[in-house]
């Protein structure tokens, strides 16, 4: 199965001296990373365990929106 496309939102974090990569329509799904292509790695895992972990739970999905119409 394809795993939903969720918008991903990614900074650098002076203070935590990384990448941090957020998904706003899955709460609290966040990761880092020292590269940004690490970071995306990791936050494609955690979107991932986030999925399995709601479905376990019973707990509905949300579908992806797509791009925001604000930043």
Do not use: F, H
Request: with cysteine; proline share 6%; aromatic share 8%.
């Amino acid at each position: 199965m394809e795993q939903p496309k969720y918008e991903i939102i990614i900074y650098w974090s002076e203070d935590d001296k990384a990448y941090i990569a957020e998904v706003p329509e899955l709460a609290g799904c966040k990761a880092d990373g020292d590269t940004l292509e690490e970071t995306l790695q990791n936050v494609q895992a955690v979107i991932n365990e986030w999925i399995t972990t709601a479905r376990s739970l019973g707990r509905v999905i949300p579908v992806p929106k797509g791009k925001l119409m604000y930043a």
